[in-house]
């Protein structure tokens, strides 16, 4: 039986979450000058600002990501969040998911929010079954978002 194992980021796994998001932001839009940034020094880009990084690893291989990005003391932004697509099909984004929502309720943190585009429905039905509703978006963060999410937590 194949385990899915969700672990912390870690130095040795530095280019997984560029290799991974790369992957299907080059499919459906285009990689923006600002995910270029946070994805080619995810230490310096998420890690030192106080964000969180977190791997899927199955078979010893990492086949999804997710991170919680710090926007302010209280709000953090779900992003950089793919699986790759030999590894689709097993529910890895919603352990990804799940266990982002673990981390954000144990840090105290209070609103969560993401951004997203609707053609991406399968990843905007997930968001929806946890309880993310949609707010206003602002032009400007990413270019390919449409749609702007948010989840209360506390």
């Not at 998420?46 to 964000?51: L, R, T």
Request: net charge negative.
């Amino acid at each position: 039986m194949q385990q899915v194992e969700i672990i912390d980021y870690s130095p040795e796994y530095k280019d997984a979450i560029k290799v991974l998001n790369y992957e299907w932001l080059e499919k459906y839009f285009r990689v923006e000058d600002g995910d270029a940034k946070s994805l080619g020094d995810p230490q310096v880009e998420i890690i030192d600002k106080g964000g969180f990084i977190f791997y899927a690893r199955l078979n010893d291989e990492i086949v999804g990501t997710a991170s919680l990005l710090r926007a302010s003391d209280d709000i953090f932004e779900l992003g950089k969040m793919a699986v790759t697509e030999k590894a689709r099909g097993k529910h890895i984004g919603t352990l990804l998911l799940e266990h982002c929502l673990a981390v954000a309720k144990q840090k105290g943190i209070k609103n969560l929010i993401l951004y997203s585009n609707t053609r991406l429905a399968n990843a905007i039905g997930l968001y929806r079954k946890y309880g993310f509703v949609e707010i206003p978006l602002q032009a400007g963060l990413y270019e390919r978002a449409d749609i702007k999410m948010e989840k209360v937590l506390g």
